[in-house]
């Protein structure tokens, strides 16, 4: 290649020139054309409508920090990836709030000021999922007047909440106060310990609520009367309730106050408390049946079609009465927005008899395939009993109400004779002044942990939870609707189809070749471990066994050992049909594919290549 | 006219292809070394994208190593049978006759490309995929492997002999695809903005990555194809600097 200048001076000034100007245009593109084509098909780079809506009224300026690890993509990937989505979502955040947002990145390296800039924002170091290395990534909001609040870590698990955690922590960042939230529970002993803002039972329901903006204060069960700034009260598992929180509730309803109850039948995750087996009393039936509701205490609602598996007797089933709630059962209401599926455990139903003045809704039920059970046969329920006693009646049961209006008092006169007590408390009144609100819920379980998040019992941020139900989505929903709180809710993205690797996909393949006999051992196994348990039990009772009975324990225990060992073996062939698996499926995509499309085109070609020989032949003829 | 001249010179350089028989070992060792990477350079097993991002990822840089080899025979092969003075001199365009050259290329890199359907397909019945943000990355990365091919049929038409032409395209689509400007001014100069800038939009990894990232940029699909035109304008120019 030789250049010779100055004859060809013109089209080099020509190269230069064209070389320049696609230069610029590329340039000038990159700063002016903001606009982007979203490809996915969940539409994962575009903000809900309720998000653009709160972006666009926002008034306040907010500076959001969005810290990553240096080197991200080299300690973990898939955690990269997820990193640049959250940059892309961040800079729409920006793009569409009319300049009130403002991101930032910062690039945290350990032992250096990003660090301690993090670690003060409130964003934690994490186990990377993949390999356990720690990481950075989290974001945190500041105001104008210096507040911040952080996600301390996100998790890849809660993608689909997102958009819902941004925009919450953004209206909570910008609102003028935060609802003040009252829990009257017995699991709340901390009113009586004299320090209000703490509570005595670990309920991460509760970690949640005050993350996403409430401040949550404990009431006390002796208390004739709803202090005053408190928005809501919350009744969480009402257990043998006083006489006087009772008159506290009815005054508060009469007064316009807004009251959610989370009742239950069968309290599942209160299992260690000996009142559950006794059965259950609320205490709080005169003040439901004064609003026209009975909540049956010792009947639980099941559904046959729309619940989760157990394995009751060896028999693996569909357990009715670990409900599984949805669209079908659940109504169009702000406080529903966003609740696709909810699940509740050994739930208690409501009936209802419409009131004057009070407006009654049905916020979900059980589906059309559904019966009922009482509570006590529940306990210790055989696979048998389950078919004896449970009894179909195809009906809905109503598992959570919503009544709104004018309540009537059930007291006729204050309970208070103390001057004091008096004096603090809001005069009484038998007739209401507002209209109040009383939301119901027939199971407290749902509350739990182990059922909205699937990362239960790990030790984690609340921000980290990853979704299982929307459970939790409903009880904020709730909150947020009792106390108006005016934060904006976003729905959460649609269900992402489900996770599955080419690993599991392989290993279930190879599993499925051996599960059949994998079951008849596993069978075999239960019955030999019955069998020993029963030969150890005759054997304690005897004073002195005979020697053909322990010689048969000891024939016994081999059989165990030796099925261990099959069990074993077959674990053993498994992973090597799995190894084989991904073999075949690399030697086959890596040789196969390349050959089998080297000799399509080769085969085509060759095709119209003869076609044309045969034509220019016709041609010399 | 012009599109017909441009078909006709397409044709006679797309079957150039195929007699010289080095485009069936160019399908197999790009398809291989696709699924290599794919598999055995990533997690793919136990971290399946659904957007097969671990197969997308690697495209420019393979494509880098390949694309110079469609590419470098396209004006060599001209010198060497002497024949370039006689497609010079036919009525037909220079314009028409560096475009037919160039999609004739890209065309080879389109079937290399959809060599891989069947590892998407065979992925597709085992694993839910968005198909249809993979087959939009296809396309973008059509448009990537289009704008090398147009790169690399530019700096060949400088070249007079194969060998010059591979290694010259070879290191400039390597330079181009591989070099991370952005990073570079991340770790040199961050508080210059101009320079982040710029680093930015010329970054071709970047670039490529906003595209497959399934927030598609305009300005990144703008980029490939100013890059394809200003190429192939260069490819003009370099055709008519031989001839003068």
Known sequence: MSLRLGKNIKLVYMGVGIAVLTAALIFCLNLVVGGYWDVTADDRFGLDKDTVKWLEDNKYGVNIRFYVSKDLAQKDVALAGYADYVRRLLAEYQRRSNGQIKVSAVEVVPFTSSQTEAERAGVKEFAAPDNKKYVYLGLSFTDENGRTLAIPQLAPERRDELESDITRLLSVLTANRRPRLGILSPYFRAAEQKNPLRYAENLPFVDQLETLGYDVVSLSKTSPFVPEGIDAVLVFYPLNLEEEALYALDQYLMWGGKVMVMMDVLAEERFKEKEMFIGYNSGLQRLLKNAGVLYREDVLAGDNSNSRELMLSGHFIKYPFWLIVTNDGIAEHPVMKGTKKLFLNHSGFFEYTPQQNLRTTVLFSTGENSGALPAVKAINLTYDGLLKDYLLTDKRYPLALLIEGKFKSLFDRPIVSSAQILAEMPPFLSLPLKEGTLLLVGDSDMAAAALWDAKAGQKHDAFAAATLSDNMRFIESALDYLTQSGYATVARKPDEKPRLNMSDVFYRLAAGVYQPQKKAIADELAEIRQQITEAKERLAALALPSAKQIKNLEELQRTEADKENELRRIAYLTEERYQNYLSWFAVAVIGGLPLLWVLLVWGIYRIYERRVRRRAEEYVK | ?244
Request: aromatic share 16%.
């Open chain 2, 1 to 244: 006219m012009f599109l017909r001249d441009v078909l006709t010179c397409w044709g006679k350089e797309f079957r150039l292809y195929f007699q010289s028989r080095i485009v069936y070992l160019l399908l197999f060792v790009y398809a291989a070394m696709a699924a290599v990477f794919t598999l055995y350079a990533s997690d793919f097993y136990n971290n399946t994208a659904v957007n097969l991002y671990q197969f997308f990822r690697f495209q420019p840089g393979i494509a880098a190593m390949i694309v110079p080899a469609l590419t470098m025979r396209l004006w060599a092969d001209e010198y060497r049978h002497n024949t370039l003075e006689v497609l010079l001199a036919q009525p037909i365009s220079y314009a028409a006759i560096a475009t037919g050259k160039f999609l004739a290329a890209w065309s080879i890199a389109g079937i290399m490309l959809v060599s891989s359907a069947g590892f998407w397909l065979i992925v597709g019945v085992m694993v839910p995929l968005d198909n249809g943000w993979i087959a939009a990355n296809y396309l973008f990365t059509f448009l990537m492997a289009g704008s090398l091919c147009a790169v690399s049929a530019a700096v060949s038409a400088f070249c007079y002999n194969v060998l010059a032409a591979f290694l010259s395209s070879l290191a400039v689509c390597i330079v181009l695809a591989a070099a991370r400007f952005s990073s570079w001014a991340e770790k040199f100069m961050p508080d210059n903005l101009l320079i982040m800038q710029l680093s930015k939009a010329f970054d071709f990894g970047q670039q490529y990555n906003d595209l497959i990232s399934g927030q598609a940029r305009f300005a990144a699909v703008a980029y490939f194809v100013l890059v394809i035109g200003a190429a192939l304008w260069v490819n003009i120019i370099a055709v008519e600097y031989k001839r003068s």
